[in-house]
């Protein structure tokens, strides 16, 4: 909950005061954290799920319960709105190398191909899990199948409100998680490395542009990539404990509260490693004004 005014912070500084030489990335940027935003508020506020993950049984304590949200629902909303972080980071850095090494990044052709593109990326993201929900055991089946495999697990389990389990074969959901966010990554890979060999055989430009523009790259990696590095481990071992079937309650709840922290190390990374940020941050926070710069260069507008 504590990260709320936080993730509201960033987002009211992206759009208000993300400087002319960052109007390239800002939509990218927005994208970013606003669904950095929509899994901090879903999986802290309007779910709060609390799982064993192995078992794949849980059950929801936040505010959709209070109004009577059927438990389906919560858990699909929670899966969507992690999963929707694959195509909004792949969108981050195809944006970088739409600009800069797209040589049709202006053309109406590209304009298409990418909607095509991110459409449907966007449309498999929604649809992925779906056929999860197809095969759930009813609460009696649930209860005796969990209990034959998993008897440690406390017996008032399927006594909470709102118990649910997903299925009863945790392989094929991990799959699914697993396979989506590898492609994921294949393309954040694949379009980081296309950014990085465009910027090495950089000729034309003066040494100040390059180094300006590496920089800032550099910067835009460094923002994605801390928070994924901090939060990789609970994620791989959560996905490991499922395929495994391993229960150890202590690591999972630590692993998941661990995860729902991605806004909190997403946000102050964005906010430190940009400049114009840290210094609209620090005046936002000691109620200070600058001045407002009315003119800049053409070289120092275009150079992202």
């Not at 590209?110 to 991110?118: A, G, V």
């Amino acid at each position: 909950m504590g990260q709320v005014p936080l993730d509201a912070l960033g987002t009211y500084i992206i759009i208000f005061k993300t400087p002319s030489n960052m109007k390239k990335v800002q939509f990218s940027m927005l994208v970013v954290h606003l669904t950095c935003f929509l899994s901090d508020v879903t999986m802290n506020v309007l779910v709060v799920p609390y799982t064993f993950f192995s078992a794949a049984v849980g059950y929801p304590m936040g505010v959709l319960t209070w109004f009577g949200v059927p438990t389906m629902f919560q858990v699909y909303s929670g899966f969507t709105s992690v999963m929707l972080l694959g195509p909004a980071l792949v969108l981050f850095f195809e944006d970088r190398y739409n600009h800069l090494v797209r040589l049709d990044s202006d053309t109406r052709s590209r304009f298409i191909k990418r909607c095509i593109h991110f459409g449907s990326y966007y449309f498999l993201t929604f649809i992925c899990m779906i056929p999860l929900f197809f095969e759930i055991p009813s609460l009696q089946n649930a209860k005796k199948l969990t209990y034959n495999e998993f008897p440690c697990l406390p017996a008032n389990i399927f006594e909470k409100p709102g118990v649910f389990m997903l299925t009863s074969n945790t392989g094929p959901a991990m799959a699914c998680l697993f396979s989506f966010f590898f492609i994921s990554c294949c393309q954040i890979f694949y379009f980081t490395v296309r950014v990085m060999f465009h910027l090495s055989k950089q000729k034309g430009l003066s040494q100040k542009t390059y180094c300006m523009q590496k920089k800032f790259f550099k910067s835009l990696c460094v923002q994605v990539f801390v928070p994924i590095l901090v939060l990789a481990p609970p994620a791989l071992c959560l996905i490991i404990s499922g395929v495994f079937r391993h229960v150890d309650m202590l690591f999972t709840n630590i692993s998941i509260i661990w995860l729902t922290t991605h806004g909190i190390f997403s946000t102050i990374t964005m906010l430190c490693v940009h400049k114009a940020y840290r210094e609209a941050t620090v005046d936002i926070l000691l109620r200070r004004k600058r001045p407002t710069i009315t003119s800049l260069s053409r070289n120092s507008v275009n150079m992202f």
